[in-house]
């Protein structure tokens, strides 16, 4: 039998890393989630009208931003998602594509970054493993290094799959930063540069975090950048260039509205409101402590430092006993045995004697990363904070590695033995959480019986002469979910006039089709006309002529005539 040497083998492991990263992110990708989302429906269809009219749906042409539902998102994936369109037509899969694809590749980067990161600190392990395997098959002992432990940290970890098989921005501003940060430590500066910005006009949070970043970077490695000055120059200059329109649309005042509504620190705030009457209380008995304790500055660093920490209540980050968004049923953002990894991969970072430089940027990264989930409403939030990844596979792949350099040489081979069953356990466990429980307990925040009525409406119209569709609750923004399922040809609709208003307005009307409130007791009532709504918008006198499900079996919405 032919002898494996060391490099071949660490290729055979690199490469079973990313099949399971490959796997795990594409194995049934068009039908987990379940359905497309409020976000894929709207990416997707206006990729869609992009491509074939060079407009969205309210027809501005080549948009920067996305006016979508009044949220005016950055609209960089919404271009990344137009050639899988162009090749796989309009459907979730080609909505998909473009994250699951980053998300790989930010596996592979992974290990590049983590690499560079410690390649002079020479942290990996070796295991001796029985004589009668190495002379078979190997030829030495088998070493691995903290990269490619991180990387596999990465390619299993639960939220880095759940976010990667959405087609979403997010997972763009994750991966560009990453390949911006390798570009940097591989001194290819123009590259970093461009992702960076990239990655700045990705996704809301990022417009937070990499300002924050990038300068830290540049303030940690000036005498770096200073022999690189020529390319710095004209690569700040590119950049400029290319993200001056982006500002001015991201500092419009309607674009600005988005950042009002998720703003925590807006007066509506439910806190705000009760400080308020404290204090006005305290003003009137001249209550001096409560004057200062509750006075408005003190109020926002409150509500920053509780969504600041938030993120890192152990509770939020390994489990999950109440279904929250962006979590797999019955676990977390991490595995549980993930935790005292991170602990003793921290104490490490802070205390062990390597690139001070390193070890800020990794400290950086992280507690920079949660700021822009800290200052909007609904902390703590996956989505907000998903660019802290794979900071924490890389301080735990730290802490993994260094609990096994306690082991004795040839006694190693047991705690990997044990690390790997634990490996196969968790992705085991993951599998069935998220492929088969999820799609049935979650189903209804993908909206699922919407696509199934939709798909029922349009092969039913000629039947109508009106279809009316409520549009909230399980119908809400029932409007895109139509034109993103029935493909509605983009010009014709702008031909009809487009969307007129987004979020904010309760009415639409394509065709014969209306987006509306419906208030039972007040409408014609015509056997012409078909009402879709929720269960509970009809009354005991409605003809229902057909009923939509969940895949859980609850029965969300009604076809009635």
């Known amino acids: 039998m032919r002898l494996l040497s060391k490099t071949n083998l660490s290729h055979i492991i690199f490469i079973l890393i990313i099949t399971l990263a490959l796997v795990l992110r594409f194995y049934n990708i068009s039908n987990v989630p379940p359905s497309a989302s409020l976000d894929e429906a709207s990416i997707g269809y206006n990729a869609y009208s992009i491509l074939q009219t060079g407009a969205d749906e309210y027809g501005n042409r080549f948009p920067v931003l996305l006016r979508a539902y009044d949220d005016w998102r950055p609209s960089l994936y919404v271009y990344l998602v137009i050639p899988f369109i162009k090749l796989f037509g309009l459907d979730v899969l080609s909505v998909r594509l473009p994250s699951v694809i980053l998300s790989l590749l930010t596996v592979i980067a992974t290990y590049l970054l983590t690499k560079e990161l410690f390649k002079k600190s020479n942290i990996k392990f070796e295991i001796c493993l029985p004589r009668l395997f190495t002379k078979q098959i190997f030829r030495g002992n088998l070493k691995f290094e903290i990269s490619e432990v991180a990387m596999l940290l990465l390619a299993i970890s639960p939220w880095h799959i759940y976010i990667s098989r959405l087609g979403h921005e997010v997972n763009t501003g994750l991966s560009f930063f990453i390949f911006a940060l390798l570009f940097f430590f591989k001194d290819k500066i123009f590259f970093s540069l461009t992702f960076f910005t990239l990655s700045f006009m990705s996704y809301q949070s990022e417009k937070i975090f990499i300002p924050l970043f990038v300068l830290t970077l540049f303030f940690l490695y000036w005498n770096k950048l200073l022999t690189h000055k020529k390319e710095l120059f004209f690569s700040s200059i590119f950049c400029l260039i290319i993200t001056i329109p982006f500002i001015q649309a991201t500092l419009s005042p309607q674009a600005l509205v988005r950042f009002k509504a998720t703003n925590a620190f807006t007066s509506q705030d439910e806190r705000f409101i009760e400080k308020s009457k404290i204090l006005a209380r305290a003003v009137e008995e001249n209550d001096l402590i409560s004057m200062i304790v509750n006075n408005r500055r003190m109020v926002y660093s409150q509500i920053f ?257």
């Open 305 to 561: 430092l509780e969504g600041y920490f938030s993120h890192l209540n152990p509770n939020w980050l390994f489990s999950n006993f109440s279904e929250d968004r962006h979590k797999v049923p019955g676990l977390g953002l991490f595995y549980p045995w993930e935790a005292i990894f991170i602990v003793v991969g921290l104490i490490l970072l802070i205390f062990q004697k390597f690139d001070y430089r390193i070890k800020l940027i990794i400290i950086a990264w992280s507690a920079f990363s949660i700021i822009p989930a800290a200052v909007t409403t609904d902390s703590p939030h996956a989505m907000r904070a998903f660019t802290v990844l794979p900071a924490p596979q890389i301080i735990s792949a730290l802490g993994l590695m260094h609990l096994l350099s306690f082991v004795k040489q040839k006694r190693k081979i047991i705690p990997v033995l044990f690390f790997s069953i634990l490996i196969l356990s968790s992705i085991t466990y993951f599998w069935k959480q998220y492929f088969d429980i999820f799609p049935k307990t979650q189903s209804s925040s993908f909206q699922y019986s919407l696509a199934q009525v939709i798909k029922y409406a349009i092969n039913n119209e000629n039947s109508y002469d009106r279809v009316v569709f409520a549009n909230k609750d399980n119908l809400y923004q029932s409007y895109m979910f139509f034109l993103f399922n029935s493909r509605y040809d983009p010009n014709k609709y702008q031909n009809l006039g487009g969307t007129i208003s987004g979020g904010y307005n309760e009415s639409h009307k394509i065709g014969k089709f209306e987006f509306r409130p419906i208030d039972w007791d007040k409408e014609l009532r015509d056997n012409n006309t078909l009402y879709i709504g929720n269960v509970d918008e009809f009354g005991t006198d409605a003809n229902i002529v057909n009923r939509f499900y969940e895949l859980n079996g609850k029965e969300t919405i009604n076809a009635v005539n």
